[in-house]
């Protein structure tokens, strides 16, 4: 069966036999919106990189690394747009494994941050937390149109979604570390954050093998 150009929204085919067309991200649109996301996320990364350096902290390390997953993954997403179904699926098969794999990280760092060190400044997580809010919520509303599509595609979406609900959390976190001046709450929030992307990769993971599944 010969594909149809996508538009920048999901379609229904008109095949008659009530199949979906997933919206792939082949449109100069979603290309631009895609560029701007990455520099978006590489400057979150590095403001946030600092005070998790500084400070010693478990969930802006999280925050910080997972911009920089975000950058890379995104890059990746924008370099298969337009390929074969196999090679955006297998894309996305990667980005799920990397977005486990950082998951597992988190937990590690969160575990090893619980036997050592002193509390970071709450005041310094709320707000690098409050910053990669706003450019997380930035990200989300260039991207919110294109919530659904193939696996390439709606890896970028949970990933952007999962940034948005962890800076959240991040902020809550410096709050309560403010409050506390215990590094448990910190130490707390990353490993959440760190079950949050675990559960993220895995569901990306599945869609690609399942996309892979049909391409053969």
């Known amino acids: 069966m010969t594909e149809h150009p996508l538009s920048s929204e999901p379609a229904a085919s008109s095949c008659g036999c009530g199949a979906t067309v997933k919206f792939d991200g082949a449109t100069p649109a979603y290309r631009r919106i895609l560029m701007a996301v990455i520099a978006i996320n590489s ?26 997953a975000d ?3 995104y890059g990746i997403s924008l370099a298969v747009i337009g390929r074969s179904v196999a090679v955006r699926s297998t894309a996305a098969l990667v980005k799920g494994a990397s977005l486990a794999a950082l998951a597992l ?26 910053l990669g809010f706003v450019a997380n919520a930035l990200a989300a509303l260039l991207l919110v149109r294109h919530r659904e599509g193939d696996a390439n595609v709606r890896s970028v979406w949970l990933c952007t979604r999962n940034d948005l609900i962890q800076s959240l959390v991040v902020a809550a976190t410096g709050v309560a570390v403010w409050l506390t001046a215990s590094r448990w709450p910190d130490l707390i929030a990353g490993a959440i954050l760190g079950v949050v992307f675990l559960q993220s990769g895995w569901s990306i993971i599945r869609q690609s093998r399942e996309e892979l599944k049909a391409a053969a």
């Not at 403001?47 to 910080?64: D, E, K, Y």
């Not at 941050?113 to 997580?125: D, L, Q, S, Y």
């Open 71 to 73: 950058a890379a993954t």
């Open 105 to 130: 990280f988190i937990l590690g760092y969160a575990i090893w941050r619980a036997t050592t060190g002193a509390a970071p400044e709450g005041f310094v997580i709320t707000g690098l937390g409050a």
């Open 43 to 68: 400057l979150a990364f590095v403001a946030i990189a600092g005070g998790a350096a500084v400070q010693g902290s478990a969930s802006l390390g999280a925050n910080a690394l997972d911009f920089l």
